[in-house]
């Protein structure tokens, strides 16, 4: 088993050179969940997308495994990966690797966790959310507790809803400290100093992700040591800028620190690479994964 040590994004010390951090999303948007906050809610690949979507994978995780610097890798699919071999794969094989400091994925925790026994869990980590109207309580907790059964890191998150309260409320006292319980503000959702309340009464972070972040002109790691990648192997700075950088495949791309372009950032995924926020020594060791450095 690999060390994590805390530091940067994946997990390595803060002076770890040349470490490359990078959001993955390739073809794939199929979800087994209808969250109707969801645009991809139980939406069907079809095959021949499927057959893409594993193609690309396979030829992200074979230029990961090609490198000789520090790599760390977020998968953020449009949909549940986890639910296809492929992914699990994926997980498994590149946790493996040396110079792999964390591999981590957002999932609904929907598929059997039995595949995790073959990862090296010292540098496998999932990003989990829970949805109660997609799943019964009991069989997500329960799902929770093997996790943390088999040693796995992991945090778990719940979207802000009014309806979703309670829900929260039960699994913050179902679960250990030891687990962090996120709250992402719904989109959209305004929200009174009362219910942001309530909501940081559960998630004492709540208030990073209550209103967007001005971010325009404000030094980003992304673009630099943090950079988003589809399926083509199409390099852009995060999943919310759409200016292409270059290419992973093709030796295009160049490693360039910027500024951020953007008015406004109201996603964890982006705003976390923000220096102004500070969440690096807040998530630190467990940027990926969404665990604040000391659980």
Known sequence: MKPADAGSAGGAPADDSGHLTILYRGPLSSCDYDCPYCPFAKRRDSPERLRADRAALERFTGWVAGREHPVSVLFTPWGEGLVRSWYRRAMVGLSHLPHVRRVAIQTNLSCRPDWLAEADLGTLALWVTYHPDQVAYERFIKKCRDLMAKGVRFSVGIVGLPEHLEHARRLRADLPDAVYLWVNAAEGHLYTDGEAAGWTAIDPLFHYSRTPHRSAGQP?????????????????????????????YDGTFRRRARPCPAALCDCHIGYVHLEPTGLYDVFAGGVLERIPHGR
């Open 220 to 248: 980003c790691r992304t673009g630099d040591s943090v950079v988003s990648v589809d399926g083509d192997g199409t390099v852009r700075r995060c999943h919310f800028v759409p200016a292409v950088l270059g290419n992973l």
